[in-house]
Structures are given as C-alpha cells and as structure tokens.
C-alpha cells in the first residue's frame, strides 16, 4: 500500500485539535505546521506526533506550501483543524491507496454545520475539496482567501464526508467573516469602482441566490442566518473595497 501523510495547519486550534488529529490516526504520519499558538495547541498536537513545525503565519497560502515541503509521503490528505475525516471517508481512501490507477487527487465532498446543524443547502453541500492528492503533482493557489490546491493530471471525485464544524457561535463566525471580507478587499481592490447603486442592490441579490435559489429556506432558520451572514459578508467586502480604493486614489 502506498504511504499516506495527514496534514494539518494551524493556530490557537486547542478546542479543535484533538478530535482532528483522533480522526486522521489511520495515517502512515501526521504533520502539524503550528503558527506559534498562544494558546495549548501546541501541548495537545505533541501526545500524537513528534512531526511537528512552527513557522510564522503569512497567509494561507504561503502556510500551505511550507506544510507541504515537510511531508515524506507520496500521497497527502489534508485537513484544517476544524473538519474531521470520518471512518466512511478513511476506508474510502485506504481502498485507492490500495489499487493501482492513474488519478492524481481527489476531491472530497464537504458537510459543513452550523451551530451544529448540517446546512444541506445555501451552496454549502457538497461543496467538493481537492483534499487528497500525490505530493509531486500538487500546488498551491496564490489566493489571500479561499486558496486551494490545483494537482496536475487526472483528478476525481470520492462519496465519503469531510466533517467541517466551521461556525460554533455567532460571535465567532462574525469575527472570521471581518478577516475573510479584508483579505477578499484587497484581493479585489484592483478591479472597478463600487458605486452605490452596487453596494446597495449587490448584497441583496446574494441574500436572495442563497436563501431562494440554492433553497437555504429548506434549512430553516439556520439557512436563514447562512444568508444573512453571506450578504452581511459582500456588504463589509465592498465596503472595505470602497475603503481601499479611496486610499489610492488620495495618494495620487
């Protein structure tokens, strides 16, 4: 069977890194790239493996390819603190690495929850991630958010889940939506002018492709939430934009 590497990049994850690392045991290794956590992260990630680096965070991005640099496999299955691989998924991966085909990566759906519900709607499912992949065919996407890996040659699908608790609390998701429409502005900033008719009517248009479109009402009030946070997300997005690109504009 071909070695496999589980690999996990992380900050301040001590409520979360436990049960991620539990779930990728199966594993030939386990490699945390740690962004010197302030908090027992770094404690917790050391009871299950010695293969573990600090390097300081510049971005996801650039996160991502240090971690890589310090896999020994040939193939890698990646996770982020906050999913959990599940039994289904692990068996469904060890089967490949048992045959013998020309498929480079594979992309994994992905069951997000919501205070604990599953959103099946909203566009959140199944959202596929290019999740397993051979160390020699993969690279990282120069994003500031929403980054991913791009792997070369044949790609498919798997049907097992990726478990992803990405919103615990309100407050908590609403700081992270403040960091992700930053990082999304200045990716942005360069293109056209926000004007107000579009800052106005835009957001309005995403609430309304999320929650009757991709049918977030089926999920209830959580689905509602779901597309109340994506509009509030464009409308700090755009805003931040405007921000950015008055800056710019007084320094001419």
């Known amino acids: 069977m071909?070695?496999?590497s589980g690999l996990i990049i992380c900050r301040d994850e001590e409520n979360n890194i436990e049960d991620c690392i539990k779930s990728i045991q199966w594993c030939d290794e386990i490699v945390v790239i740690d962004s010197f956590s302030k908090d027992r992260t770094l404690e917790i990630v050391k009871k299950f493996t010695d293969k573990v680096f600090q390097n300081e965070w510049e971005g996801f991005s650039k996160q991502r390819k240090f971690a890589?640099?310090?896999v020994n496999s040939e193939w890698i299955f990646?996770?982020?603190?906050?999913?959990?691989?599940?039994?289904?998924?692990a068996?469904?991966?060890?089967?490949?690495l048992d045959s013998s085909n020309n498929v480079n990566g594979y992309l994994i759906p992905r069951k997000s929850f919501f205070l604990g519900k599953w959103i099946q709607h909203c566009g959140w499912y199944p959202d596929h991630q290019m999740r397993l992949f051979k160390r020699d065919k993969v690279t990282v996407s120069e994003r500031l958010v929403h980054e991913g890996y791009n792997v070369t040659g044949?790609?498919?699908?798997?049907k097992s889940d990726i478990l992803h608790y990405t919103v615990r609390s309100v407050s908590e998701f609403a700081e992270k939506i403040n960091h992700y429409s930053a990082l999304s502005a200045v990716e942005k900033s360069d293109g056209k002018k926000i004007s107000m008719s579009y800052l106005f009517f835009k957001p309005f248009f995403e609430f309304k492709k999320k929650f009757f479109f991709q049918?977030?009402?089926r999920d209830g009030i959580y689905g509602l939430m779901v597309s109340f946070f994506h509009m509030i997300?464009?409308?700090l997005t755009y805003m931040k934009m405007i921000e950015i690109q008055n800056k710019k504009?007084?320094?001419?």
């Open 154 to 158: 044949e790609t498919t699908k798997l």
């Open 78 to 89: 990646s996770l982020d603190a906050d999913e959990r691989c599940t039994e289904e998924l």
């Open 233 to 235: 997300t464009k409308i």
């Open 68 to 70: 890589l640099s310090k």
């Open 2 to 4: 071909n070695r496999i």
């Open 91 to 96: 068996l469904e991966i060890r089967s490949i």
């Open 249 to 252: 504009d007084n320094r001419k």
């Open 215 to 217: 049918q977030g009402f």
